[in-house]
Nanobody, 125 residues
Framework: VQLQASGGGLVQAGGSLSLSCVAS????????MGWFRQAPGQEREFVAS????????NYADSVKGRFTISRDNAKNTVYLQMNSLKPEDTAVYYC???????????????????WGQGTQVTVSS
């Protein structure tokens, strides 16, 4: 599956951004999707995931209550709405497609088989 993420940019602390990730090449609606991020000099970390039908979500504690993941299976797209952004949210954000059919909202990178190219999010203080 091919993943194309977009929507990153520069925003002031307290602001909002919305990321999108369009999938192609596989039956999108049957797989979980996730967002991860990687800041300079740090390991890639889990941000949020959503199960195959959108009925279940999972969030990292650091973004809970501020970020919302959703999906539109008719558009083969997963979204990440980011509110109340903080400078520590600065990173390259990657979308990922689940490895398992009818997958759950997992936080484990190993449960994702395909990764997008990433989109830069920069939050200024």
């Amino acid at each position: 599956v091919q993943l194309q993420a977009s929507g990153g940019g520069l925003v002031q602390a307290g602001g909002s951004l919305s990321l999108s990730c369009v999938a192609s090449g596989r039956t999108f609606s049957r797989y979980a999707m996730g967002w991860f991020r990687q800041a300079p000099g740090q390991e890639r970390e889990f941000v949020a995931s959503i199960n195959w039908n959108g009925g279940s979500t999972n969030y990292a504690d650091s973004v809970k209550g501020r970020f919302t993941i959703s999906r539109d299976n008719a558009k083969n797209t997963v979204y990440l709405q980011m509110n109340s952004l903080k400078p520590e949210d600065t990173a390259v954000y990657y979308c990922a497609a689940g490895r398992n059919l009818l997958g759950v909202a997992t936080p484990r990178p190993g449960d994702f088989a395909s990764w997008g190219q990433g989109t830069q999010v920069t939050v200024s203080s």
